[in-house]
Each structure stands twice: as structure tokens, then as C-alpha cells.
């Protein structure tokens, strides 16, 4: 049947922002390339925003302050939510699931807190529920890990999801400047918000993460499982010691399969951590993101690009829209929630890591072997030692194998405390090579 003969896809758009205002313009410029691509029209039938008066570049027929009103209506077919937050976003899209009409949402936050809530609603009215803009923006990520390696046992997932972190510490990098002054400086150009909370402090990577474990390792996994450690403590005397050992310092989303005597869980966290120069995702830059994917079969990928800003995360929103579209004129349905392996995620405690550690240190004999023996005591093993005198004190640098988080905190703990320790100048875990 010719595009033509059939009936239009009509699609309620919730919010108009930066991301928004780019649907519309998608929408409007590739109508014909979209008709062509989905096998029907995908057309605008409503735009529920809060100030009509502020988008002049909108035909006013399609604005609405009555958001519920437009998921509400006969004939619309999908809604796609930009909006954010948890409500009034959760409430509008489980009404527009329970009456069978597609989603299309870019909101990570709730999908961290209630996707469980939303595809059940979804499985029960044979709707669609697409995602792709969540994480990564313009990146195709939750796509491969969702559908193309279905077939494939994913073990690790790990990689830059905030581009306002990875702003922040590439510019500590580059310049020497400290954490304050890149802050300033990513605000000014626009990086960062006023703000910026959600992307320093890890909560928006945070969130993202829990999304990547649940596809990628088939179990429920919500924002409050993943551990979360933000950027603010990273000081230009980190990211000078990474570079002194051939690293670089990344906020890193890191999902990965861990043993246990229970059996096999799965680990979740959000940290800043150093990695080797030689790494892939040391070469990330500026606001890029990029994930870097382990599976059994496939090996390792690399998935880079935008991943941020109104065009970048409209292109995803897009191409869910005429995946939903297609799966509307074809009669089919899109994929729905794996969650059958239900892997338990693993403390932090429990989760194997690796540490950097910088010690001020008494510059006389025996300091070392003090030191060592705390790192004995736990069962922490010892990868490599930098030391460097002073007039009066000493540098002591050691990185470990790996060991539980909890071991390796009460190392630090103890070491601390012992009188020939002046200072701990720096904790930080090591990711990216073999332990």
C-alpha cells in the first residue's frame, strides 16, 4: 500500500524547548524523507507547552498549556516527551501508555526511576515505549545494546556520558587550571548549567547508568542502585599525578558483570577514576561521549559522539519516532523489557577496584614497609611504588591491584592514621587495564 492510502501518524509533542524546538524542525523540513522512511505521514497534531507566548516560531494552532488534554485526545497516535523530570512526565506518559498510544521519551531521570512502572503499562496496552534519546544523545547506544546484541552476553559497560564533566576535566587537563576555574570557565561558554549539580555531582550520569545495566544485563536497575561519586573533589594535583603515569582523569559510568560466592551479580557506579592514555576513551574530549562495550562474541566497540544539545538528541528522538511509526503501519511492536535475568546489583563494598594513592610522607627509613604492611593486613596487593624526598618529607605514590572497594578503604583508612603518614593527599580508582 502507497504512503498516501494510509492514515497519518499523528504525534503529541510534550514540551518545546531546545530539544522540542528541533523536533519541530525536523518534522517540518524532512516531512517528505520521514513519509517516506516510516510508511505513513508523521504529522504534528498538538504541542503542550507552558508559555504559548514564547514560541512565535510555532504555528499557534498547535500550542497547548494542557498537556494532559493533548495525551488525552482521539487520533494521537504517539507522544514524545522532552519535558524532564519525574512529574508531571510519569503521569502523562502511563495515561498515554494505558490508552495504547506510543512513547517516545528523552527523560532519563524517570525512565532510572519508574521504566519498570512504564513498560508494564506498555506490555498491557500493546504500545511502544523507545528510548534511544535517554543516553548519549545523537549516539545509537541503547539501540545495539537493546536489539543488535541481543544474541550476545554483554560483561562490561563503561564510558563518558556526561559532556559536562568531561568539558570540565579535559580543560583541567589541557590548561593545569583547577576544578573552580574550569567550572567558571564551562559555565561562561555555556557547557554548564547555573546549576550544575545534576552533571557535577554524577547524578545525571547517575541515571544513565542504571539504564545501561538494565539493557545490557537484562535485570531492574534504578538510579538509587548505582553508586555515585561527582567531579568537585578532583583537584589539579589529581589530574597532574594522572599524567605523570601515562593517565588521564575521566567521570566514568562503569556496568559490569562481578563474581560473588552468592553467585554472579552486577556492579553499577558513577566515579571519577583514571585511565590509561592509551585507553579509547582517554582520547574523548570537550562534550563528547563515548561507551565502550564488552561482550563474549562481539568483543569490544566503541560507540562516540555527540552527546548532548537540541539537534544531537532530536536526531534519537527522531529515529524512534519512525521506528514507533513504522511498527503503527506495519502492525508489529517494538522491543519489550528483558528483565528476566534479575542480577542482583553488588554494594560497592563488594565491587573489585583499584586505587591510586598519594601519600605526604616522612622522609626517613621504614616508611614504606609501614605502609605496605596496612596494605598486607587488608589483602590489598601492590601493583607499583613511586617515591620522591624532600628536604623534610617524601611523595609516596602507589597504585593496587584489585580488591574489594571496602578492603582498600580501610587500607586508606589505616594508613591515615599512622604517624609516619603527614597527609593523604589523593584516593582515586584506577579503570582500564588488566589488574
Do not use: W
Request: charged share 20%.
Amino acid at each position: 500500500m502507497a504512503s498516501h492510502e494510509v492514515e497519518p501518524i499523528r504525534v503529541a509533542l510534550l514540551g518545546c524547548g531546545t530539544v522540542g524546538t528541533e523536533v519541530v524542525r525536523l518534522l517540518t523540513d524532512q516531512a517528505a524523507d520521514l513519509t517516506a522512511r516510516a510508511g505513513a505521514p508523521v504529522e504534528l497534531a498538538g504541542i503542550a507547552v507552558r508559555k504559548p507566548n514564547k514560541h512565535r516560531e510555532v504555528p499557534a494552532e498547535l500550542l497547548t498549556t494542557d498537556a494532559a488534554a493533548l495525551v488525552s485526545r482521539p487520533g494521537v497516535d504517539v507522544v514524545v516527551e522532552v519535558i524532564g523530570g519525574i512529574e508531571p512526565a510519569r503521569t502523562l506518559l502511563l495515561d498515554a501508555l494505558r490508552r495504547g498510544k506510543s512513547v517516545v521519551t528523552a527523560n532519563k531521570a524517570l525512565l532510572a526511576e519508574h521504566s519498570a512502572e512504564l513498560f508494564e503499562a506498555a506490555d498491557a496496552s500493546g504500545a511502544d515505549l523507545y528510548f534511544e534519546a535517554a543516553v548519549a544523545g545523537a549516539i545509537p547506544l541503547l539501540r545495539p545494546l537493546r536489539e543488535s546484541l541481543a544474541g550476545d552476553r554483554i560483561t562490561r559497560v563503561m564510558g563518558i556520558v556526561n559532556g559536562t564533566t568531561n568539558f570540565i576535566l579535559s580543560g583541567m587537563d589541557s590548561t593545569g587550571a583547577s576544578y573552580a576555574e574550569t567550572l567558571e570557565e564551562a559555565t561562561r561558554l555555556g557547557y554548564a548549567e547555573a546549576d550544575p549539580t545534576a552533571d557535577v555531582d554524577g547524578f545525571d550520569a547517575a541515571s544513565k547508568a542504571a539504564i545501561l545495566a538494565s539493557l545490557a544485563f537484562h535485570s531492574r536497575v534504578t538510579a538509587a542502585d548505582v553508586h555515585r561519586e561527582g567531579i568537585a573533589q578532583v583537584s589539579a594535583a589529581d589530574i597532574a599525578a594522572a599524567k605523570a603515569l601515562g593517565r588521564t582523569v575521566k567521570l566514568l559510568a562503569i556496568c559490569e558483570r562481578v563474581p560473588h560466592e552468592d553467585g554472579e551479580g552486577i556492579s553499577v557506579r558513577v566515579h571519577p577514576a583514571m585511565i590509561p592514555a592509551s585507553h579509547p576513551l582517554a582520547s574523548v574530549h570537550g562534550a563528547f561521549n563515548a561507551v565502550f562495550v564488552e561482550a563474549d562474541a562481539a568483543g569490544e566497540m566503541m560507540f562516540y559522539g555527540q552527546g548532548a544539545g537540541g539537534a544531537p538528541t532530536a536526531s534519537a528522538v527522531l529515529g524512534d519516532l519512525v521506528a514507533v511509526a513504522r511498527n503503527r503501519v506495519h502492525r508489529g511492536r517494538g522491543p519489550r523489557e528483558s528483565a528476566y535475568a534479575a542480577l542482583p546489583v553488588r554494594p560497592m563494598g563488594q565491587t573489585p577496584t583499584r586505587y591510586h594513592i598519594s601519600l605526604d610522607v616522612a622522609d626517613r627509613a621504614g616508611v614504606l614497609s609501614q605502609v605496605a604492611a596496612v596494605f598486607a593486613e587488608h589483602d590489598v596487593s601492590i601493583a607499583a611504588v613511586r617515591q620522591e624526598g624532600r628536604v623534610d618529607d617524601a611523595s609516596l605514590v602507589i597504585v593496587t591491584h584489585a580488591a574489594t572497594d571496602a578492603a582498600l578503604r580501610s587500607t586508606v583508612d589505616k594508613i591515615g592514621g599512622l604517624p609516619v603518614v603527614r597527609e593523604v593527599v589523593s584516593v582515586m580508582r584506577v579503570e582500564g587495564e588488566e589488574s
